[in-house]
């Protein structure tokens, strides 16, 4: 199951009604850990962030935190070293900014993964969702991945990233 919210308060009761006890997380955009510090602490949580501040907080937390930005191919390797699924996929980076940005890194994260179960924090994603129009195709997927993409392992550099993040140059 996919799901898609704005409000931090309901992406954190949708996360908390999918996650079963000794669950594998993987969280991405975990800031100082508001979100992470509510999972049961039997889940093997491993948390992704780039901000600084995250750093120390999450140094006081009993989860696998990792400082990188998600949309690097090193750091999603370093998590695939970890675990090579996970039963939740959870993806907070930002909110409401750079839809784009969100869609192809839960795209990227949820093919390499397959989770179970995959919630989005997103307003532009969630406005997109609530707006459009389906057609009467039947394109659909009941897992927390799009099915659709069979490939296993991590998928190859993404480039286009290059053309919206230039500063993630080396």
Known sequence: MIKLGYDVEIYRRDLLELVNSG?????????????????????????????????????????????????????????????????????DLGGGYHPDTVFKVFYIWSSTFKPKHTVIRNRGILEFFNSAKGSSEKIASDEGYLETYHDSGIPPLIKEFDLWTPKLKK
């Open 23 to 91: 669950d594998t997380i993987i969280e991405l955009g975990c800031h100082i850990g508001g979100t992470t510090k509510l999972f049961p602490k039997d889940c093997n949580v491993i948390a992704v962030d780039n901000s600084p501040e995250a750093v120390k907080e999450m140094e006081k937390l009993d989860v696998k935190f990792i400082s990188g930005d998600v949309r690097l191919h090193e750091i999603l390797a370093e998590v695939f070293k970890i675990t090579q699924s996970c039963d939740v996929l959870a993806i």
